[in-house]
C-alpha cells in the first residue's frame, strides 16, 4: 500500500518536519516528490519578499548571531 502525502500542502515547516520524523522513526518509507515551482509562483514569492524587504521585516546578520547566541 502506497501513503501519499502533498507534502507541498503543508506549509509549516515544523510540521513538514515533524510528520517526516514520525515516518521515519515509525520505519515507514516514503518517496518525496517536490513540484517545480511555476513561474506565477516564482514572481509572487519575489514580490512577497520585496514587500517584507520594504517594510524592514527581515533580520540581519547581526540579527542572527544575537538570536543564536542565545541558543
Known amino acids: ?6 507534502f507541498d500542502n503543508i ?5 513538514k518536519a515533524w510528520l517526516l520524523s514520525t515516518l ?3 520505519g515507514i518509507d ?4 517536490e513540484k517545480a515551482q511555476t513561474l ?10 520585496d514587500a517584507e ?3 524592514g521585516d527581515y533580520k540581519t ?4 548571531k544575537i538570536e543564536a547566541a542565545k541558543w
Open 30 to 33: 516514503y518517496q518525496e516528490l
Open 61 to 64: 546578520a547581526a540579527d542572527l
Open 11 to 15: 506549509k509549516d515547516a515544523g510540521k
Open 53 to 55: 524587504i520594504e517594510r
Open 40 to 49: 506565477e509562483q516564482y514572481n509572487e514569492d519575489l514580490l512577497a519578499g
Open 24 to 26: 521515519k522513526l515509525m
Open 1 to 6: 500500500m502506497d501513503l501519499i502525502i502533498d
